[in-house]
Each structure stands twice: as C-alpha cells, then as structure tokens.
Antibody, heavy 118, light 110 residues
Framework: EVQLLESGGGLVQPGGSLRLSCAAS????????MNWVRQAPGKGLEWVAT????????YYADSVKGRFTISRDNSKNTLYLQMSSLRGEDTAVYYC???????????WGQGTLVNVSS | NFMLTQPHSVSESVGKTVTISCTPN????????VHWYQQRPGSAPITVIF?????PSGVPDRFSGSIDSSSNSASLTISGLMSEDEADYYC?????????FGGGTRLTVL
C-alpha cells in the first residue's frame, strides 16, 4: 500500500521560513515525479511545484517562484518543500502528491497545515 | 495563462445522473490527459478518474470520464447518485508546462 505522510506544518510569522517533508512508502520513489499541491481555507486546489524522479528538473507556480524550493532525497524516500519569505496568502493545507501517469492512478498524502500569521 | 473552467456547483437527486464539465480557455482538451478528483470535507482528494476515462480500482463503475472534441471539454459523469457522492470535484490537466486544476464543482445530492 502506498503511503505519503507530510509533516513540518505549523504557525509561522510573515517573512518566516518553514520546511515541509513528505515520507513515501510502498512505491519505487525514485522512479516518479512528485508534487506539492496546496489548498487555502475554503478554496480550491492549487498546484505548487513538481520535481522529477532524478531531482534534475523542477517546476514552480508563479505564485511561489523564487520563494519555495522543492527537493528530494531518494535514499530516504522523502520529498521536501523549503518555504521562505512566507506571506499570509501562503496559508493552506499542503499536500504531497503523485499525479496519475502511465496507467497509475496517483496518490495523495493527508496534508499538513501551514498558517502564516503574526 | 492556461485555465480550466468548471461549474461552481451542481445538484441532483439520489438515483439520478449528473455530469460535470471541464473546459480549457485555450488549446485542445485532447492534447493532454484529464484527471478527476473527489474531495470530501476535511479529507484529502482521491482520484476517481485518471487519463481521461480510466477508473482506479475501488472506484464504483457509476463514475465515468470522457472527452468531447466537438465542445472541447472533458466530463465526469456520475450515475445512480448516492448521498456519499456529495463532495467537491476537481479536474486537472497539463498546460504551458505546468499542472492546472479547475476551480472545483460542489456536488449536492438531494
């Protein structure tokens, strides 16, 4: 059974930093591109960032480009999201997700809440 | 910027059939796969349809997906509606080198 378990969320002041982690199990982690998706309170889903399986290619939403960095440690089956210069509009539940591809339906974690507030 | 448009909300009675559309603001909907997610309140999204019309194991065959080239839109159809289908539904596709979600559709089962 595939499991994605996010951690690292919490309360942070505007301008602060936070690092999220996503521990994966039950899949060949290094074979897949992984993603962060967020959902602000009462809002829809917003794609944040994608990282290729090898870690060599990254893609970011314009709203986080230059402030967030996605990375992974394939030896630990873990995905990360380093967030800096945080703003109130970054307040959201952050999900780690493998988007469907090549006949695989994809997987989502349960999410971790980031609250940017003074 | 590439966007996917969904109806804000739909409602239908138990046992009936409902269809939720997903329309891009540019390009051909058939150029990239469309995925559909169900999200119940307080829960993470789950995939109900992937790669246009594929259903994950465990998802009832009451759920189906399709692409309509004439209207340039994707659709999620749920037949034999049950109260447990009440949720938010999101389409997703790839456009301009990034993943894009539709704004979501709130399904109310009467």
């Amino acid at each position: 059974e595939v499991q994605l378990l996010e951690s690292g969320g919490g309360l942070v002041q505007p301008g602060g930093s936070l690092r999220l982690s996503c521990a994966a199990s039950g899949l060949t982690f290094s074979s897949y591109a992984m993603n962060w998706v967020r959902q602000a309170p009462g809002k829809g889903l917003e794609w944040v960032a994608t990282l290729s399986g090898s870690g060599g290619s990254t893609y970011y939403a314009d709203s986080v480009k230059g402030r967030f960095t996605i990375s992974r440690d394939n030896s630990k089956n873990t995905l990360y999201l380093q967030m800096s210069s945080l703003r109130g509009e970054d307040t959201a539940v952050y999900y780690c997700a493998k988007i469907p591809s090549n006949g695989d339906a994809g997987y989502w974690g349960q999410g971790t809440l980031v609250n940017v507030s003074s | 910027n590439f966007m996917l448009t969904q109806p804000h909300s739909v409602s239908e009675s138990v046992g009936k059939t409902v269809t939720i559309s997903c329309t891009p603001n540019s390009g051909n909907i058939a150029s990239n796969y469309v995925h559909w997610y169900q999200q119940r309140p307080g829960s993470a999204p789950i995939t109900v349809i992937f790669e246009d019309n594929q259903r994950p194991s465990g998802v009832p065959d009451r759920f189906s997906g399709s692409i309509d080239s004439s209207s340039n839109s994707a659709s999620l159809t749920i037949s034999g509606l049950m109260s447990e289908d009440e949720a938010d539904y999101y389409c997703q596709s790839f456009g301009g080198s990034i993943w894009v979600f539709g704004g979501g559709t709130r399904l109310t089962v009467l």
